[in-house]
């Protein structure tokens, strides 16, 4: 049965709670987006890594709201414990690392893969040390929360979502290296793809 018996579980919060905090910023983020869209660009290609993408991230969203309530989830014995404290670390600290990485891009995010007449290649904050740190932590953030909440609803669309934000990242690195040329290449020499000093 999906729906368990509802208790106020700690754990699940303090995941809550973060999603309440992170939401303002989430919404700021969205409003960029949607000036990106109404914006002249350099380019814009036409893809369904534009919005499918997005869309997997808001279905995780939501089921991880229902994992809340225990909809979708294992029973919470008390040997998961430890597992789910780990979990909880791992989903909050990345949570705030997407947000520093989304304040970081400045006026260069977008929700889009595009390229502003304007654009400014973006190498501080999480981005001096990997290129990609709001998909690496889009990742963390949804696989940390599974674990949390102990979510088998969550947890195998974490696997759907890899390879989609991984081939998102690399349109985004042909589409970069394209207008930035060689002050791309210098700052691939010195960041990592998704993980520090890898790829």
Same mark, same amino acid.
């Given at each position: 049965?999906?729906?368990?018996?509802?208790?106020?579980?700690?754990?699940?919060?303090?995941?809550?709670?973060?999603?309440?905090?992170?939401?303002?910023?989430?919404?700021?983020?969205?409003?960029?987006?949607?000036?990106?869209?109404?914006?002249?660009?350099?380019?814009?290609?036409?893809?369904?890594?534009?919005?499918?993408?997005?869309?997997?991230?808001?279905?995780?969203?939501?089921?991880?709201?229902?994992?809340?309530?225990?909809?979708?989830?294992?029973?919470? *014995?008390?040997?998961?414990?430890?597992?789910?404290?780990?979990?909880?670390?791992?989903?909050?600290?990345?949570?705030?690392?997407?947000?520093?990485?989304?304040?970081?891009?400045?006026?260069?995010?977008?929700?889009?893969?595009?390229?502003?007449?304007?654009?400014?290649?973006? *190498?501080?904050?999480?981005?001096?040390?990997?290129?990609?740190?709001?998909?690496?932590?889009?990742?963390?953030?949804?696989?940390?929360?599974?674990?949390?909440?102990?979510?088998?609803?969550?947890?195998?669309?974490?696997?759907?979502?890899?390879?989609?934000?991984?081939?998102?990242?690399?349109?985004?690195?042909?589409?970069?290296?394209?207008?930035?040329?060689?002050?791309?290449?210098?700052?691939?020499?010195?960041?990592?793809?998704?993980?520090?000093?890898?790829?």
């Amino acid at each position: 049965m999906l729906l368990k018996d509802f208790t106020m579980d700690p754990i699940n919060i303090i995941i809550g709670l973060n999603i309440i905090a992170t939401f303002g910023a989430n919404i700021s983020g969205a409003k960029k987006g949607l000036r990106s869209a109404l914006s002249e660009a350099k380019e814009k290609p036409k893809t369904y890594l534009q919005k499918i993408p997005l869309a997997v991230s808001t279905v995780t969203l939501v089921v991880l709201i229902l994992a809340l309530f225990q909809i979708g989830t294992l029973e919470y *014995k008390e040997e998961y414990f430890t597992l789910r404290l780990i979990g909880l670390a791992v989903y909050l600290f990345f949570s705030w690392v997407q947000i520093w990485a989304y304040k970081s891009l400045g006026e260069s995010y977008s929700q889009e893969i595009i390229i502003f007449k304007k654009h400014a290649l973006v *190498k501080k904050g999480p981005f001096k040390f990997i290129r990609h740190p709001q998909y690496f932590s889009q990742i963390l953030v949804d696989l940390g929360g599974s674990i949390a909440v102990l979510s088998f609803l969550l947890l195998p669309l974490v696997f759907i979502e890899i390879p989609i934000l991984i081939l998102r990242a690399l349109l985004e690195e042909k589409i970069l290296q394209r207008h930035f040329g060689e002050q791309f290449t210098e700052y691939k020499k010195h960041s990592g793809f998704f993980i520090p000093f890898l790829g």
